[in-house]
């Protein structure tokens, strides 16, 4: 069975002490693993798309890595404005049409 | 300004109603999605389009009904409405070829009571 699993569900942090969300999933073969932030009363923000392990995305004070087993984000020096959920989601290769969310992590950066 | 919108953004009805949320978008994508948010249960997908006049069923279909009749246009309806549905609905999109990563809208907050 498809699943994605997302931890930890909460982190708070200081302005600037960098750290790492996991992603991990279960897929039968993989299409696509995306990455979006979500900010409260809003719908999701797209942030990267990860294809292949090995593969690495960046945006700003973002990076999405990607393995064969899960993807990290990780945050660097963040900012309260990095304040957000962060959704991971799966794109199955044999079944396209349908995307696997995980729960999220909860981010707080404190000033 | 181009993208995808919904409407109502705030909706209250009662139990056993009829509820209509809309769902438009301006970018001509072909696939088009409608999710419920739920604490405890993330983003569960209701039904999906490919095309006009192609939909699907997804995880959680039960007591929805969709059309599309206009490649822009994918309306989410339910039937007979539970306090069950009460939750965020989101509809989402993508295009075709290589870039499959969906584009949310705004989401509609229905209150049944």
């Known amino acids: 069975e498809d699943q994605v699993t997302q931890s930890p569900e909460a982190l708070r942090l200081q302005e600037g002490e960098s750290s790492s969300l996991n992603c991990s999933y279960t897929?039968?073969?993989?299409?696509?693993l995306f990455w979006y932030r979500q900010d409260p009363g809003k719908g999701p923000e797209f942030l990267f798309t990860?294809?292949?392990a090995g593969e690495e995305k960046e945006k700003e004070r973002l990076k999405a890595t990607l393995t064969k087993k899960e993807s990290f984000l990780h945050i660097t020096a963040p900012k309260p404005e990095d304040s957000a959920t962060y959704l991971c989601?799966?794109?199955?290769?044999?079944?396209?049409?349908?995307?696997?969310f995980g729960s999220g992590t909860k981010l707080n950066v404190k000033p | 300004d181009a993208g995808i919108t919904q409407s109502p953004r705030y909706k209250i009805t009662e139990t056993g109603r009829q509820v209509t949320l809309m769902c438009h978008q301006t970018?001509?994508?072909?696939?088009m999605f409608w999710y419920r948010q739920d604490l405890g249960h993330g983003l569960r997908l209701i039904y999906y389009?490919?095309?006009?006049?192609?939909?699907d069923k997804g995880e959680v279909p039960d007591g929805y009904v969709v059309s599309r009749s206009k490649t822009e246009n994918f309306p989410l309806t339910l039937e007979s409405a539970t306090r069950s549905q009460t939750s965020v609905y989101f509809c989402?999109?993508?295009?075709?070829?290589?870039?499959?990563?969906?584009?949310f809208g705004p989401g509609t907050r229905l209150t049944v009571t």
């Open positions: 970018w001509s994508h072909s696939y």
């Open positions: 989601a799966v794109q199955a290769r044999n079944n396209f049409n349908k995307f696997y």
């Open positions: 389009s490919a095309a006009a006049d192609i939909t």
């Open positions: 990860l294809y292949s």
């Open positions: 989402a999109s993508s295009g075709t070829g290589r870039r499959y990563e969906q584009y």
């Open positions: 897929v039968s073969g993989l299409r696509g």
